[in-house]
């Protein structure tokens, strides 16, 4: 029973590097999203998707892309990495755009721009 | 989505009621409220939601006002790992994104 599952847990970077955020849930779920959560405030969306092949922006998308080419799996790539980008990432899915009130949560994703 | 205002902070004695407030007092009439709560380094975790009507789980209990411009979760004997961020949403049922503020960090004490 994995329900959404993240990697890495863990990551440095340098600035100007790029990596990638892993995200991947069984549950057959439509709907994906990734938030980032800063030191002593609230998650904030990043980008979002309501199916394979659809992707939109958040509340807070620059820097970072997306994309879903299937249902499974949503990563999110850092193209050039800026320590504004020091934060814990999360990845989430629920049923469908239209249908879902319960919100699933990978476990994180530590990350650090130096 | 209407706005929430929850206490930054809040203490409760371990094995008794903790009783977390929100103000939403724009709420629309489609709105639900929702809560979440979030432990130390892990993902936000479901808890419950209601639109008019006081609601119950295994978890806790949901208590919404008349007027549906304020409501009250209920953890009703506290343990120490209840201890979390606890958030309070509004949004409408068939909406995309869930919003969270910055919530209200419980502490339970010994």
């Known amino acids: 029973n994995a329900g959404v599952t993240q990697t890495p847990k863990f990551q440095v970077l340098k600035t100007g590097q790029s990596m990638t955020l892993q995200c991947a849930q069984d549950?057959?779920?439509?709907?994906m999203s990734w938030y980032r959560q800063d030191p002593g405030m609230g998650l904030r969306l990043i980008h979002y998707?309501?199916?394979?092949?659809?992707?939109d922006q958040g509340e807070v998308p620059n820097g970072y892309n997306v994309s879903r080419s299937t249902t499974e799996d949503f990563p999110l790539r850092l193209l050039s990495a800026a320590p504004s980008q020091t934060s814990v990432y999360f990845c989430a899915s629920r049923v469908g755009q239209f249908s879902g009130n319960t919100i699933y949560f990978g476990e994180g994703s530590w990350l650090t721009v130096v | 989505d209407a706005k929430t205002t929850q206490p930054t902070s809040m203490d409760c004695a371990e094995g008794r009621a903790a009783n977390l407030p929100c103000n939403h007092s724009t709420i629309s009439g489609n709105e639900y409220v929702y809560w979440y709560r979030q432990i130390h380094s892990q993902g936000p975790q479901y808890i419950i939601h209601?639109?008019?009507n006081n609601e119950t789980n295994e978890m806790a209990s949901l208590i919404i006002t008349e007027d549906r411009k304020s409501s009250t979760l209920i953890l009703p004997h506290a343990t120490l790992r209840d201890t979390a961020v606890y958030y309070c949403?509004?949004?409408?049922?068939?909406?995309?994104?869930?919003?969270f503020g910055p919530g209200t960090r419980l502490s339970v004490l010994p």
């Open positions: 549950m057959n779920h439509e709907y």
């Open positions: 998707s309501v199916g394979a092949g659809i992707t």
């Open positions: 209601g639109l008019k």
């Open positions: 949403i509004v949004r409408v049922n068939y909406g995309q994104n869930f919003v």
